[in-house]
Nanobody, 128 residues
Framework: QVQLVESGGGSVQAGGSLRLSCAAS????????MAWFRQAPGKEREGVSS????????RYTDSVSGRFTISQDSAKNTAYLEMNRLKPEDSAMYYC?????????????????????WGQGTQVTVSS
């Protein structure tokens, strides 16, 4: 049974930092595409960052590039999203998603329907 369990969300002031974690189980972690998406009320789901677990190659949407860093601990089957210099517009529910057995992760952020598995989400609220 595949599980993606997110943690680390919370409320911070603008300029602050949070670190999200996504613990994966039930599939072979190495060789998968792991990603973070977010969705704010009334807005479409947005791809934030992805990492191809075999190579560690990461991708970011423009609005978070330079502020967010995706990483992983393959020994723990866990992906992380370090979020720095947070802005109120970063407020959203953040979801972890996975494509087990992915050949790559290059265009995954723009194709959320390709992700087979999703976590329950963790809320991030940034106040001004």
């Amino acid at each position: 049974q595949v599980q993606l369990v997110e943690s680390g969300g919370g409320s911070v002031q603008a300029g602050g930092s949070l670190r999200l974690s996504c613990a994966a189980s039930g599939f072979t972690y190495i060789g998968s595409c792991m990603a973070w998406f977010r969705q704010a009320p009334g807005k479409e789901r947005e791809g934030v960052s992805s990492i191809y677990t075999s190579s560690g190659r990461a991708r970011y949407t423009d609005s978070v590039s330079g502020r967010f860093t995706i990483s992983q601990d393959s020994a723990k089957n866990t992906a992380y999203l370090e979020m720095n210099r947070l802005k109120p517009e970063d407020s959203a529910m953040y979801y972890c998603a996975a494509i087990p057995g992915a050949a790559s992760c290059l265009t995954a952020l723009s194709r959320p329907r390709t992700f087979r598995f999703w976590g329950q989400g963790t809320q991030v609220t940034v106040s001004s």
